[in-house]
């Protein structure tokens, strides 16, 4: 049998904006996909009252999810705070947990928060330019620092790879990333307060 290879192709990556030239998929997760996700439960329900504003987009092209294919796409993470913790991803580990990620930094500020399952924990800042490799097993999710622009970013992934969203969902990550004097801050999901009762 003769085996029929897909040709090789190319994509452009619009910047400033972080669209894909050509994709199948485009994503947009808005405030109210985001219940349960951000500390101040308070005013995450005021402002999705006043408007379900979009937090992030993210642009794919489409693979089989088989473990020789490479997920790749952009992730546009829009800047602003729900209280003082940052707009952020949802997060995930991956359902195949030992899979990797490669991230790209094309433009903006933030962070990623990563965590395993055994309860290591890891904070790396996300500027242009920089490369992040997210080893297997690390649950991953980005944060907007930068105030004003959006945070954009590459990423690749395997294709067997998935997206477990459980634990994370129902539990949190162990660190959040708040401001405190205009700075972002890396804080325990424990000692996370309302700003009143500080
Ligand atoms: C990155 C990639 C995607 C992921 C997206 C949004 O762009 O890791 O695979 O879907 O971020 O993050 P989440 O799925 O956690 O909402
Ligand atoms: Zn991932």
Redo the contacts with the bound molecule.
Sequence with gaps: MEHTRDKPFTAEIALPGGALSAYDNH?L?RLSAMRGYFADAERYEQMLAASDIGL?E?Y?LHRPESSGEL?H???ILHPGKVGDEYFM????FHAVLETA?V?YVLQGQGMMVMETPEGDWAVEELCPGRVLYVPPGWA???VNTGGEADLI?F?V?PGHAG?D?GSIESQGFRKRVVERDGKPRVVDKARWRPQEER
């Design positions: 994503t997760r992030y993210v794919e997920l796409g952009t992730s991803t949802k997060g995930h990620e991230y991953h999710r980005s970013t990423f992934y997206h969203y």
